[in-house]
């Protein structure tokens, strides 16, 4: 059983308009656990747990909630918890 110093936590500060790409980025990894995105002011916007096995038409509509979510923010704070 893991327990919680094996996971880590990282930030990336970002655009919105790379926010897309630095998304798809980190699910190609493979060793993320969950993504959250917040805006400028602190708010969670959404929170993506990943599990094993998530691909291709799992991840679509993730996907598009992350362009959309891309579309109306300037900046936004992403937060990665990997196993």
Known sequence: MKSMSDETRE???????????????????????????????????????????AVGALLAPMLAAVGAIAALVAKCTIIVEKR
């Open 11 to 53: 930030e990336f500060k970002i655009n919105g308009e790379e926010l897309l790409k630095k998304v798809k980025e980190l699910v190609h990894e493979g060793t993320i656990r969950r993504i959250i995105i917040k805006n400028e002011g602190g708010e969670t916007l959404i929170e993506i747990p990943l599990t094993v096995g």
